[in-house]
């Protein structure tokens, strides 16, 4: 299990996986950040399909081709906004993780590179973020998905290194 987990300092639309997951709003609508960086890469057909997609709640999850993108697919995830750690953000935060797992293998993906979701502009604490996404894969993989490897795409060295420690207690 352990070993189908792996950090590693990427930016996430040069990954050739099955799926790369993008931190999005609930407008599904493009952004800033990795969601930005994500719609340049795979191109205006990217948002084309967005917008029939109807946007996505927070801790939800939806799927689109790549386009342009070495990923075949991206799935769409809306982390919470941090406001204090009262407003479930923790939940909503795990079920982006869950949410997007179960998309991927019911199309019977393999391969998936996650960003670390909310941990941008939408202010969550990083340590915690980390702890989450790791118990949250660890979890999914540990209920026996046929996933192959889970892949975090950390943008920076700070980020690699929370994520290496977090992965390092399993
Ligand atoms: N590859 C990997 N990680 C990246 C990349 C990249 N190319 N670019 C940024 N990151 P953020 P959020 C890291 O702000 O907090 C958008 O405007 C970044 O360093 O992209 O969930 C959306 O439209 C950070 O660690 O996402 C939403 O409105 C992490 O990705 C809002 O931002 C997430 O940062 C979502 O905010």
Excluded at 4 to 32: H, M, S, W
Excluded at 119 to 140: H, Q, S, T, W
């Amino acid at each position: 299990m352990r070993s189908k987990l792996e950090a590693r300092q990427a930016n996430i639309v040069t990954l050739k996986v099955d799926a790369i997951v993008n931190a999005a709003n609930t407008t599904l609508l493009g952004g800033g950040g990795v969601d930005g960086a994500i719609h340049r890469a795979a191109g205006p057909e990217l948002l084309a399909e967005c917008r029939a997609l109807n946007g996505c709640p927070t801790g939800q999850a939806k799927i689109t081709r790549g386009y342009r993108l070495p990923a075949k697919h991206v799935i769409h995830t809306v982390g919470p906004v941090w406001h204090g750690g009262k407003h479930r953000e923790a939940e909503l935060l795990a079920s982006c993780y869950v949410s997007s797992l179960r998309l991927a293998t019911e199309h019977r993906l393999k391969t998936i590179a996650f960003p670390a979701i909310s941990c941008g502009v939408y202010g969550y604490p990083l340590e915690d973020a980390v702890k989450i996404a790791v118990r949250e894969c660890a979890n999914f993989l540990a209920a026996g998905a046929a996933l192959e490897k889970i892949i975090f795409a950390c943008f920076d060295r700070q980020m690699l290194e929370l994520y290496r420690a977090e992965l390092d207690r399993l």
